[in-house]
């Protein structure tokens, strides 16, 4: 993988209340470069903010890079790394019926194709400079949202 991009990246999702207005954050950085973007939703669901983190983030990559993922959303890397395969064999069913969030399922497994991924979790509010920034920005993204 010689001369592709090296990419690292820190996602977060936010509400308050859950479910209630959300906001999520992600930070991008290649080499000595940084990108921070965030967005909010009126009515949402943590796990639709984690998972509408995840899909920004990788869609704000502008070519095929190598990427090493930081979520502190065990939802978000066990449903990549383990429920995903059997999601899509099942035509994006769980075994015991409908999947939630299935719209930004099939968006993350789209956007992660021009990708190669390392998922890593990362415990929340453990001290990870990284994650705790995008924690406050994904927080921020709320609060700006309610104006």
């Not at 967005?39 to 990559?61: D, F, I, W, Y």
């Not at 990427?67 to 099942?90: C, M």
Request: proline share 5%; hydrophobic share 35%.
């Amino acid at each position: 993988m010689d001369g592709i991009p090296k990419v690292t990246i820190y996602t977060d999702g936010s509400c308050d209340p859950n479910p209630g207005p959300g906001g999520w954050a992600a930070l991008l950085r290649y080499a000595s470069h940084e990108k921070v973007i965030s967005g909010s939703a009126p009515a949402t669901t943590n796990n639709r903010m984690e998972l509408t983190a995840a899909v920004e983030a990788l869609k704000a990559l502008d070519r095929p890079c190598q990427v090493d993922f930081h979520t502190d959303s065990l939802y978000l890397k066990r449903g990549i790394t383990e429920w995903l395969p059997n999601w899509r064999a099942r035509n994006w069913r769980r075994k015991g019926g409908s999947l939630a969030n299935v719209d930004l399922w099939k968006a993350l497994d789209a956007a992660m194709q021009l990708h190669h991924i390392h998922w890593h979790w990362v415990r929340a509010h453990a001290g990870n400079r990284d994650n705790e920034r995008v924690d406050r920005l994904a927080k921020q993204a709320i609060r700006n949202d309610k104006g």
